[in-house]
């Protein structure tokens, strides 16, 4: 499976997509990149309230403490902006998760106008559910 790009290189291959056809298209790649979410973690406890389409969140940290997540959705196009939240606090430790802001990302990627109220709701739902778990980290 192809791994997920850093965040200057997600900025780069945004840039290049010439219209929004090629970044709704890259956006469903790179959910496809995602590593897949064990069956056993669709699971009351790690699904994302108040996205329209279903969506699990797990968050573990490695050795050096930084966050691990992984997710998974019923949707293309919510299981690709997952994969972008990823990449954005890829790395991270619990302690800045809280304090780091993924929305001017999404509008470096001039992406913030294209999604729909259901899906930015969603997108809010899973910084805040993200943003919640890291601190029970801390």
């Known amino acids: ?18 219209n929004w056809e090629e970044k709704y298209l890259y ?18 406890e790690n699904s ?13 940290h490695d050795a050096d403490g930084a966050v691990e997540l992984r997710g998974d959705s019923d949707a293309a196009i919510v299981k690709g902006l997952i994969a972008i939240v990823f990449i954005l606090y890829a790395g991270m430790q619990p302690s800045d998760i809280p304090d ?27 910084i805040r559910a993200i943003r919640a778990q890291a601190l029970t980290f801390s």
């Not at 499976?1 to 010439?18: G, I, Q, W």
Request: a positive charge.
């Open 48 to 60: 994302i309230q108040g996205c329209q389409s279903q969506v699990w969140i797990t968050m573990t």
């Open 100 to 126: 780091f802001d993924v929305r001017p990302w999404f509008e470096k990627l001039a992406l913030t106008q294209h999604l729909t109220p259901s899906r930015s709701q969603g997108l809010e739902a899973m």
């Open 1 to 18: 499976m192809a791994v997920l790009p850093d965040k200057e290189k997600l900025l780069r291959n945004f840039s290049r997509c010439a």
């Open 27 to 44: 956006i469903i790649e790179l959910g496809q990149r995602l590593p897949a979410l064990d069956a056993g973690a669709h699971t009351p």
